[in-house]
């Protein structure tokens, strides 16, 4: 796409899954974990479970201000109504919304073989246009089949392993959905070792931009 160096430059990444993604002055942020300050600048906070280290309510407060929108897999809108004090929006895989004007879709994020994040749980990631583009945050999860068929146009992926994909599954996956650009998450610091992203680099094939923001 014409203006994807643009919707990359607005992509950052903290720690783990903690991501900001700004277009037009519209601010978005997934899974915020260990903010520096307190920025207040989120229009949404997309939440993608509710481990501890997706989901912050002392860090979501800190990315807040008045009309964040909060957005949780509805498996867990309770815990969030009793944590945090914002307009709420839920989501389920496989079904689309809409968050303070921005267009979201919830796709599916488990483990097949792993016990750290369920099927039943109906935990999400989610793919949110913003600026034109399709940016998808998939959230803790394998390299599952439903997310084959994910189109967009930034792709952010878990590499670290043990919890969530490795590198080369990420790779893998990332190749068969053909995004135009991918940026590895969720490994260095947790979980996975720094030279993660650089691993998933090398395997991501020819026309597929990777950006490392970690």
């Not at 969030?80 to 919304?97: C, M, N």
């Not at 945050?137 to 997310?147: F, K, N, Q, R, Y």
Request: charged content about 20%.
């Amino acid at each position: 796409m014409d203006n994807l160096s643009a919707i990359l430059d607005g992509i950052s990444v903290n720690t783990q899954s903690s991501i900001r993604a700004a277009c037009g002055g519209t601010v978005v942020r997934f899974d915020p974990l260990e903010i520096a300050g307190e920025p207040r600048d989120a229009d949404v906070v997309f939440v993608t479970h509710a481990h501890g280290d997706h989901f912050s309510p002392a860090d979501i407060a800190k990315v807040s201000k008045p009309g964040t929108v909060l957005v949780v897999p509805a498996s867990m809108a309770d815990q969030a109504k009793e944590s945090v004090s914002l307009p709420l929006v839920t989501a389920v895989p496989g079904q689309s919304g809409e968050a303070a004007g921005i267009p979201f879709e919830a796709v599916p994020a488990y483990n097949r073989l792993k016990p750290f994040h369920p099927k039943r749980n109906q935990w999400t990631g989610y793919i949110v246009t913003l600026g034109g583009a399709r940016i998808y945050v998939a959230g803790d999860t394998d390299a599952i089949p439903e997310l084959e068929s994910v189109r967009c146009d930034a792709a952010l992926v878990p590499v670290g392993g043990k919890y969530t994909m490795t590198a080369k599954e990420a790779a893998e996956l990332v190749n068969r959905m053909k995004p135009a650009a991918a940026i590895p998450t969720h490994f260095g610091s947790i979980v996975g070792k720094p030279e993660d992203g650089a691993a998933f680099a090398a395997l991501v094939g020819e026309g597929i931009r990777v950006e490392l923001k970690l």
